[in-house]
C-alpha cells in the first residue's frame, strides 16, 4: 500500500506505530502534560509525566500488536476540554473478500448505519455501532483512581458517574480505498465513549464529523 497524507486539526499528534515509539511517546506526554494549567518541572510534574507515558505507551502498544500502523490523536484540549478522541489507521482485513468493493457490499448489508462519503477519487465508506458502556467506565474510573494513588503524592479526584447514568460507546469504522487498486485500501477506526444525555451525545455527534473530516482529507502520496 502507498503512504498517505491527510488533514489533522492543530491539536491533534499523529503517531507512525511501524516508527520507534519511546520518542514519540515521550514527546506527547510532554506535551499532554506541560499544556496543563501552572504546570512546571515539579516532581508532582514528572510524575504525571511517566504516568501518561506509561499509559501512552500500553494502549499504542496494543494496537501495534493488533496491526495498527498510525494512530491520530487529540494531544491538546478542544475549547479547553479533553475528549480523548483518537482514530487508529489499520490494513484492510483481507480475510473479507479479495476485491474490497466486493467486502464493502457484504458490510453494508451486515450494518444498518453505513453511510458513502465523499472522498474525491477513494471511496469512503463508514459504519457505525453502538453499545452500552456504562460499566466499563466505571470499572476503568476506579483503577484509574488507584493508578494515581500510587503514582503521585496528591493525586486529583476523578470525576464520579452519577448514579444512575448511562454511557454508551459509539465504534466508527471507515473503510478507504482506491476502487481501481485493491492494494490501495485501509480501515480507520474511532471509538467514542460519553454519558447517554443529550449534550454529551452532541459531542459525540460533533467528534464524529470530525473524525470524517480528517478520514475525508485522505490521499496516496
Avoid: N
Amino acid at each position: 500500500m502507498r503512504e498517505i497524507e491527510l488533514i489533522l486539526p492543530s491539536g491533534w499528534a499523529d503517531i507512525d506505530l511501524r516508527a520507534s515509539l519511546p520518542p514519540q511517546l515521550h514527546r506527547l506526554a510532554k506535551r499532554i502534560v506541560d499544556g496543563a494549567p501552572g504546570s512546571s518541572d515539579a516532581p508532582e510534574v514528572r510524575a504525571a509525566r511517566d504516568l501518561v507515558e506509561a499509559q501512552l505507551r500500553k494502549s499504542l502498544s496494543a494496537l501495534a500488536g493488533a496491526g495498527a500502523l498510525r494512530v491520530l490523536l487529540e494531544a491538546d484540549p478542544m475549547a479547553g476540554v479533553r475528549t480523548g478522541t483518537f482514530i487508529a489507521v489499520m490494513p484492510f482485513p483481507r480475510e473479507l473478500a479479495e476485491d474490497p468493493m466486493d467486502a464493502l457490499v457484504a458490510i453494508a448489508a451486515q450494518t444498518p448505519q453505513t453511510v458513502v462519503m465523499d472522498a474525491g477519487e477513494l471511496v469512503v465508506m463508514r459504519t457505525v455501532t453502538v453499545s452500552d458502556a456504562t460499566d466499563d467506565v466505571r470499572e476503568g474510573l476506579g483503577t484509574a483512581g488507584e493508578q494515581l494513588a500510587g503514582a503521585l503524592p496528591d493525586p486529583p479526584a476523578l470525576p464520579d458517574l452519577p448514579e444512575g447514568a448511562a454511557v454508551k460507546r459509539t465504534r466508527a469504522a471507515y473503510y478507504v480505498g482506491d476502487p481501481g487498486l485493491p492494494d490501495d485500501w485501509m480501515v480507520f477506526f474511532t471509538i467514542i465513549t460519553a454519558q447517554d444525555d443529550e449534550d454529551s451525545q452532541a459531542l459525540v455527534d460533533s467528534l464524529l464529523a470530525l473524525s470524517d473530516a480528517i478520514v475525508q482529507s485522505v490521499r496516496f502520496s
